[in-house]
């Protein structure tokens, strides 16, 4: 890829994570981004297949991103925090990863999947563990506490996440 073709394909995506963020996944539209930066459509889909391409070309970066974020915290709290921190700094990306599913977009293909173990491997690292099985337990512990937080459902409680969080850590994963 040419120097311009990254650039084009840099634009690209920022202009979609702003549609992701406006509208979510749905709201993500080739031609919508081409308009915006003075080209057609078709001239974007020399770097993008098509839409799902694009959307893999986003959650790739926001898997990237997540095992980055994981990757500086040394020890299981560290992690845990770092975790919800970059679900509430971009809960857009956060839902694309950890959403419903995208109709028509294949979310298990072999470089989606490959990206999402790299942040699973972070956490087991951190949990001294080759067992997936414990780890997942543990991430879906945490996954659950973030999903529900980035949905409101703890201030209408009067409830405070990270409080929720350190509690959920206390008790041990």
Not at 27 to 38: D, E
Not at 52 to 70: G, K, N, Q, R, S
Not at 99 to 126: C, I, N, S, W, Y
Request: no cysteine; aromatic share 6%; charged share 25%.
């Amino acid at each position: 890829m040419t120097a311009y073709g990254d650039e084009v394909r840099g634009r690209a995506k920022a202009i979609a994570l702003e549609q992701l963020a406006e509208g979510g996944p749905e709201a993500v539209s080739v031609n919508a981004i081409g308009r915006r930066m003075g080209v057609s459509g078709p001239a974007l889909y020399r770097h993008f297949a098509n839409r799902d391409d694009l959307l893999a070309a986003l959650t790739l970066d926001a898997y990237e991103a997540l095992a980055a974020a994981l990757a500086g915290g040394d020890g299981i709290d560290a992690i845990a925090h770092a975790y919800r921190e970059w679900a509430l700094a971009q809960p857009h990306r956060y839902a694309l990863l950890f959403g419903p599913p995208v109709p028509g977009f294949d979310a298990h293909r072999e470089d989606l999947v490959a990206a999402a173990r790299k942040a699973m491997d972070t956490l087991m690292a951190t949990l001294g563990t080759d067992d997936l099985e414990r780890a997942t337990l543990a991430w879906s512990r945490l996954h659950g506490l973030t999903s529900l937080e980035l949905g409101g459902n703890f201030g209408s409680m009067g409830l405070d996440g990270r409080a929720l969080l350190e509690r959920e850590l206390g008790a041990g994963f």
